[in-house]
Structures are given as structure tokens and as C-alpha cells.
């Protein structure tokens, strides 16, 4: 059973399914894709509802200090674009983490990040779609078209607005109390983002081609008007005074970068990395790529450092303009600092608001396009049905995944609401990402190959153990409470505890996972200096198990109800139809 279950693919044999050009019945996918188009679809999925929609949510948690998130978040990132580019440049076919783990760790731990990536994707595309109808009735509103409240917020939204006594005039209660009565059910539903979920189905349905061109227009312009905001912005900022803001006073009157902590910056991650779960999405791309072994990982590396770039900038100019404590609750913080109230530039207002529709539609195409690739490549080994591996004659996509994506990203949009959706979905693209640089330490060294990405060779053997021991060393010096508060379990002191109004769990959890995390890289030190690991893989490995650490009890009871789910369909269906388990029963 143990050997089932960590069986894994060879990489000859990926490549040999890959490059089928008869696969799936329907012929291959075209190659149409070059180093511009990836770095340009990268760029389209990292930038939009992140920096347009939850940045203010992390700015507001963070306040200016969230800079030193993103640049965390970045290097976390740099990382694993070195794992990716590695793995991309070995298997170049499409899958993402999900091929690349079945190569490294085996069919069960393949499943799993398979199964975490439609989190990414799908799940993650329900918040960028209600995101969208958010700017897209708003910038309807500046031109005096009115949609009613019912028709473009969802029902869970306006529902617990009303169980939270909201003001009566916002515009959740009013839909609430406007809308049409279906028996006892109120018609609520969010109009726009489903609207939105049908049209980009459809669009990249149609063809890879197609989605390019207008993905790339959208880059452009997008890019354009994010650039206008950091130089506006930028220069309000110091022609107004308001340098200030970057150094507001805490709750005890102490002007600092980081006004809550940092474990205040720490608890804007969700919301950070949020904005980066599109990262993966070139790699799923590869067999639409014409040189897949040098344009991924170029195109990868290329549009991480734009974005990560754009991301400091833009969080600067936000938290010069408007202090972050105004950012509670505002989802459209772009055009949130040119308001009236704080900047007062009307048209800049405006203009934002038509980007961020330009920019959330191309983070929609990128995310639709990237889940029906994996559950082909899922399909091809044996884990979902054939179905799933159906190439179109004609438009050459892989049609029946295609559609099954715009139902799975449709109908959480009628059930749900956007707040459940975001934590949900950086967990698991934060998991992914650590089963991706681990899977490089699985799969042996390589001689260099001229035209292919090489990952550089940087022995771990004395250099991670020397990190840990001077993190560690930082940590426990200027941390200040950091460490006892990870391994004190002694809640005596704490009334509500004794009182019984929270449990062990609430209190400890967020402890276990620090001691988990130093505990893991304690073991990667000794680990490196068995077997020489290299050293971008390991701390890729480290940097998002760090990240991870920021995650609420909350998001972890979500995750593992999810991988739990997943477990099921895979020992009632996959385990034994598999191609992998057809080939041991011959």
C-alpha cells in the first residue's frame, strides 16, 4: 500500500506524454507562446486583484511596514521561481507543481498539490471575479449607470452585514431589504462576476492565441496606469507633506514603520501573498511555450521581479498618501487615495477605476487558462477521467476541463463571499510552493545544458545551519517575545481561559505552527550538512514555510477539511485507475 502511494513518474516518461501529438484525441496544443507573451500572462496574474483590491486590507493590517512583507514575500518567491525554472526546464510540459511533485515525491503527494491548486485557481478566481464586479459597478456608478444592489453583491455578503447591524443606508443592507422575494429566499446574487466568469470561459475556450493577444494588450495598459499612480501618487505624497504617514504613532503614541508590530505586518499575509498566487501560472504553460526550457524560466523570473518591484512602490505611495488606519475595509485603495477626502483628484479616480476592470479581467483569463492544463495533466495519468484530456479539433484547448472550471469558479460565486475566499486560497499556493522547492531536493544533480535554464549549485552544507543558527540568534535578541510566546503553554493568567470562553486550541495553535516551522528547519540544517543540499531549494523551502506561519487556525482548519475531501476522491477513484497502478497490476 505505502509503495502505492509514493509511486512516482519517471521524468522520460512525462516528457515522452507531453509531447503526444495524438494525445487526448484531439491533437496537440499549439506552440505559439514566446519569452514576452510569458512574462506578459505572468504580469497579467500577479498584478491585478492584489494590488487593486486586497492590498488594502494588508496595508490597513500592516501599515507602511508592509513593504518589508512584500520584499519577504518576494524573496520567498525568488526562490521557488529558481525551483519552478528548474522544473520547467526538466519536464517542460504543462502541470505546474502538480507534474513537477509527481516526479519527485510520488502520485499521493501529486494529488494533493493538484488538489490544493484548484484552490488556486478556480477558488482564487471567485474572489478576483467578485473583486471585478466591486470596480466594474463602481465605475459604472461615476458614469451614472445604476445596477440594483441585489444584482452585484452576493448573498452571503449582504447577509451578514445585516446579522452585524450595518448602517441602513450602506449598500449591503439595501440589497438586503430591496431584494425580490423567490418564496422565502431573498434574490441576491452577484451579476457582474458571474457575467464576467461566462465571458472569460468562453475566451479561453476559444484558443490560446486569442487569450494572448488580448491578455498582452491588457498588460500594457495596465501597467501603464499602475506607473501613472506611483508618479501622481509619488508626487502628492511629497509636494502635500504627507511623508509623515510612512512613521505613524502606535497605540502608545510611538511613531514607527511598523505602527503594529510585526506581527501586525505578519497578519497582512494572506492578503500579500494573495497577490502573488498567479505566480505558477507560466509554467502551466509550457506546452503552448516554442522554447519552453529557456522562455519559462525567463519569463518567470522576468515577471516576479517587475511585480515585486511595482508592489513596493505602490504600497509606499498608498501609505505616504493616506494613513493606514483608512484603509479599514476598502476595496478599492487605488482609487481610494484620490478621493475628495484625501488627494482629491477626480480624474485619477476615474482612470483606476477603469484599469482595475482592465487588470482583474486579465488575472481572470490567466487563472481560467492555468486549471484546465493541471486537470489534463491529471487526467493523462489515470487521477480524473479521460474526459478531462479532451483536445478541440478546431480550437485546440482542452475543451471539457475548460468548461467544468467556468461551473466550479461560477457557482461558489451564488454561495459565497469574497472574505471566506482569499485566506482559502493563499494556504494553499503557499503549500504548493514548499512541495516544489522540496521536490528539487528529491531529484538528482544535473551537468549544465547549454540553451536550458540552469538552477546555480550553492552547497547548504555550512551556509543554511549558519542562517538558522543567526536568525535564530536575531530572533531571540530583538524579537522580544517572539520565542516565549511560541513555547509558553502556561494560560493560567489568562481570564478568558480560566473562564472558559476560549479553548486550548484558540490559544496554542498559532504556537504550534512557529514551533513547527524552527522545527523543520532545524532538521533541513542537519539535513544539508548530510547531504550537501543546495542551497536555493532549501531556503525556498524555508522562506514559505515562514510565510505559512502567519495563517490563522481558521485557514487551517479550511485547508486540511479541503485536503481531506480531496483524499477521499482519490482513495475511492485514483489510487487504483491510475496509469501507474494499471502498469504494476499487468
Known amino acids: ?122 477558488i482564487g478566481n471567485v474572489y478576483v471575479s467578485f473583486s471585478w464586479s466591486d470596480y466594474f459597478t463602481s465605475f459604472l456608478h461615476k458614469v451614472n449607470i445604476h445596477i440594483p444592489d441585489y444584482l452585484c453583491t452576493s448573498y452571503r455578503e449582504a447577509q451578514k452585514a445585516v446579522e452585524a447591524g450595518a448602517d441602513p443606508s450602506s449598500d449591503l443592507v439595501k440589497a438586503w431589504n430591496t431584494a425580490p422575494m423567490l418564496g422565502s429566499l431573498r434574490f441576491i446574487v452577484d451579476l457582474p462576476a458571474l457575467v464576467i466568469n461566462l465571458l472569460i470561459t468562453y475566451l479561453v475556450f476559444r484558443g490560446i492565441k486569442e487569450s494572448r493577444n488580448f491578455s498582452n494588450a491588457m498588460v500594457i495598459l495596465k501597467l501603464a496606469i499602475v506607473a501613472l499612480v506611483i508618479i501622481v501618487g509619488g508626487a502628492l505624497v511629497f509636494s502635500n507633506g504627507l511623508s509623515f504617514n510612512w512613521t505613524p504613532a502606535n497605540d502608545a503614541g510611538v511613531k514607527s514603520f511598523m505602527p503594529n508590530g510585526f506581527s501586525g505586518v505578519m497578519a497582512a499575509v494572506s492578503g500579500v501573498f494573495f497577490a502573488y498566487i498567479g505566480f505558477d501560472a507560466v509554467s502551466v504553460l509550457a506546452e503552448e511555450s516554442k522554447n519552453p526550457q529557456r522562455d519559462l524560466p ?226 533541513l540544517s542537519i539535513l544539508s550538512m548530510i547531504k550537501k543540499y543546495s542551497l536555493i531549494p532549501v531556503m525556498g523551502v524555508t522562506t514559505c514555510l515562514y510565510l505559512l506561519t502567519g495563517m490563522t487556525k481558521a485557514n487551517w482548519a479550511w485547508f486540511l477539511g479541503w485536503l481531506a475531501l480531496g483524499l477521499v476522491i482519490y482513495f475511492l477513484y485514483g489510487i487504483n485507475k491510475s496509469k501507474l497502478a494499471t502498469a504494476e497490476k499487468k
Open 298 to 523: 525567463r519569463g518567470m523570473i522576468l515577471s516576479l521581479v517587475i511585480c515585486t518591484t511595482v508592489y513596493i512602490l505602490l504600497s509606499l505611495v498608498l501609505t505616504g498618501a493616506v494613513h493606514f488606519k483608512n484603509f479599514a475595509g476598502v476595496g478599492d485603495p487605488l482609487a481610494f487615495i484620490f478621493e475628495e477626502q484625501n488627494l482629491n483628484v477626480g480624474w485619477m479616480q476615474l482612470l483606476v477605476s477603469i484599469c482595475a476592470v482592465v487588470a482583474m479581467t486579465s488575472v481572470l483569463l490567466v487563472f481560467q487558462m492555468g486549471q484546465p492544463r493541471i486537470w489534463m495533466s491529471m487526467s493523462r495519468d489515470g487521477l480524473l477521467p479521460s474526459v478531462f484530456q479532451k483536445i478541440h479539433p478546431k480550437y485546440k484547448t482542452p475543451s471539457f476541463a475548460t468548461i467544468v472550471t467556468g461551473i466550479v469558479v461560477g457557482l461558489p460565486i451564488i454561495f459565497t463571499d469574497k472574505s471566506f475566499v482569499i485566506d482559502f486560497t493563499s494556504i494553499a499556493t503557499l503549500f504548493a510552493f514548499v512541495l516544489v522547492c522540496g521536490g528539487v531536493l528529491l531529484i538528482p544533480r544535473r551537468e549544465k545544458q547549454p540553451g536550458r535554464f540552469n538552477m546555480p549549485y550553492i552547497n547548504a552544507q555550512f551556509t543554511y545551519p549558519l542562517i538558522i543558527a543567526v536568525a535564530i540568534f536575531l530572533f531571540a535578541k530583538y524579537g522580544g517575545t517572539y520565542f516565549s510566546d511560541a513555547f509558553n503553554f502556561d494560560f493560567s493568567g489568562n481570564a478568558d481561559y480560566n473562564e472558559g470562553k476560549v479553548s486550548f486550541m484558540d490559544l496554542a495553535t498559532p504556537n504550534i505552527s512557529v514551533i513547527v516551522f524552527w522545527a523543520i528547519c532545524i532538521l
Open 1 to 122: 500500500m505505502a509503495n502505492s502511494l509514493f509511486r512516482k513518474k519517471k521524468i522520460e516518461s512525462i516528457l515522452a506524454e507531453g509531447a503526444d501529438d495524438a494525445h487526448g484525441g484531439g491533437g496537440s496544443l499549439k506552440r505559439v507562446l514566446t519569452v514576452k507573451d510569458l512574462t506578459f500572462f505572468g504580469i497579467a496574474a500577479i498584478i491585478g486583484a492584489g494590488s487593486f483590491s486586497s492590498l488594502g486590507d494588508a496595508v490597513f493590517k500592516g501599515g507602511p511596514g508592509v513593504v518589508v512583507l512584500f520584499i519577504i514575500t518576494g524573496i520567498a518567491c525568488a526562490f521557488t521561481a529558481f525551483c519552478y525554472s528548474e522544473f520547467a526546464s526538466r519536464i517542460p510540459v504543462a502541470g505546474s507543481a502538480y507534474t513537477y511533485s509527481y516526479a519527485s515525491f510520488g502520485e499521493l503527494f501529486a494529488w494533493i498539490i493538484g488538489w490544493a491548486l484548484i484552490m488556486e485557481y478556480s
